[in-house]
């Protein structure tokens, strides 16, 4: 599975848990850690938790996938998951808007991840 692919089967994880705002920033000749942000949100710390372990359970049946590292699951406002090529960032609505990922990378190309585009 390359990247792409893995930026796009975590999306549609979140999605299906009604993660909302998702975007990938493709970060590929600009970051050197990784070539993807996944980056959404849930409306509170449970949902935001609860995304978190749809995308862990849901990587590991359906790819045989884990993460190498989780940052955050004492608080679940924001939860970070290093999936090596793809590090997903899941925040509640005030911390997303308080560090602003998507303008302090704004130089990446952005897709705003829809349910629908996994059918296309």
Request: hydrophobic share 40%; glycine share 6%.
């Amino acid at each position: 599975m390359n990247a792409t692919e893995l930026a796009h089967a975590i999306a549609e994880l979140a999605s299906d848990r009604k993660a909302v705002d998702i975007s990938l920033l493709d970060l590929r000749g600009l970051a050197s850690f990784t070539d993807y942000f996944v980056i959404c949100s849930g409306r509170s710390d449970r949902q935001v938790r609860g995304i978190h372990d749809a995308i862990q359970q849901g990587m590991k049946e359906q790819h045989g996938i884990a993460p190498t590292r989780i940052e955050g699951l004492t608080r679940c406002d924001w939860v970070l998951m290093d999936y090596g090529d793809v590090i997903v960032q899941v925040f509640t609505p005030e911390l997303r808007e308080y560090y602003r990922l998507e303008q302090l990378w704004g130089e990446a190309p952005a897709e705003r991840f829809e349910a629908e585009s996994a059918a296309a």
